[in-house]
């Protein structure tokens, strides 16, 4: 009687040995495909048909331009759209950079409730150019949505590309 019981549970161990076998391979398998494709989408992403030449040039000097301490906002001023649910942005800005001229200028606006909590924000593009040493007022701009829980808002210079004049 035992020995009927002890087969059987040797023979249950060993399908589940097997189980776990085969989901410890298919696991494996999927991390290994994962990894893969992302060391493929990753070294995909900068090949543009570029000399190397000009690739290594562009390279030294997006490292050397610094966006959000080059780009120096002279005034951000939130107001409504005429239906009052969207914010206007009217935006100046100064490139105190004296080599690097500033294009596809990305922007954060925050607007912070009573207790200085950010209370919501958006993100967008400015796709004008500002040239070294300029200064720029932007056209007017729809930039969000008005939060009317906010007491007030900031406007931040998140990032920009970058090329030498």
Not at 97 to 124: H, L, V
């Amino acid at each position: 009687m035992f020995e009927e019981f002890e087969a059987e549970e040797k023979g249950q161990a060993e399908e589940r040995n097997k189980l776990l076998k085969m989901t410890a391979i298919i696991v494996g398998a999927l991390a290994v495909v994962g990894a893969i494709v992302y060391i493929a989408s990753r070294g995909h992403a900068g090949s543009a048909a570029q000399p190397a030449q000009h690739v290594a040039v562009a390279a030294a000097g997006q490292a050397a331009a610094n966006p959000v301490k080059d780009l120096k906002i002279i005034k951000a001023v939130m107001g409504r759209d005429p239906s009052g649910l969207r914010v206007m942005w009217s935006v100046q800005l100064k490139n105190q950079s004296p080599t690097y001229t500033y294009s596809n200028i990305q922007y954060e606006a925050r607007f912070i409730g009573p207790d200085g909590s950010t209370t919501s924000s958006s993100r967008d593009t400015l796709k004008d150019s500002i040239a070294a040493g300029d200064e720029k007022k932007f056209p007017d701009f729809i930039g969000g949505v008005y939060d009317a829980n906010a007491s007030t808002y900031q406007f931040v210079i998140i990032s920009a590309d970058s090329a030498v004049q």
